[in-house]
């Protein structure tokens, strides 16, 4: 298995399928560091040589944010909503749909599982 940024890639994927296992990461990014980089999309993960493997893990320290390192950008930033009593931090705060969505029907992601009418 090959291992950027302490995550370890699944060797029979492609390489812009399995860089997406990096936290931050989605198909379009995947493409462009791959263009970038100069390595064929469809080659597989476990084709790919060490030299392959530091010239992608070097270009997205460089360009990109990705797992710890964004998911606590991401947390402060909500962390700062909150502080500042904004609408979307008191959303947050509660629990509830940030973005406008519909809370009388559905959100049960957000809100938890429902309760009964005979429940307390």
Request: charge should be positive.
């Amino acid at each position: 298995m090959a291992r950027v940024l302490g995550v370890d890639l699944p060797n029979e994927k492609h390489a812009f399928v399995g860089l997406t296992y990096l936290y931050g990461i989605g198909r379009t990014t995947s493409m462009k560091i791959l263009k970038e980089t100069g390595i064929p999309f469809n080659k597989k993960i476990k084709d790919l040589t060490d030299n392959e493997i530091r010239q992608i893990t070097q270009y997205i320290n460089s360009h990109y944010k990705v797992e710890g390192e964004l998911k606590q950008e991401i947390q402060r930033n909500v962390k700062r909503l909150i502080e500042i009593g904004s609408y979307r931090g008191l959303r947050h705060r509660q629990g509830l749909p940030v973005r406008g969505q519909r809370t009388k029907t559905n959100a049960r992601t957000r809100k938890g599982p429902s309760h009964g009418v005979g429940r307390k």
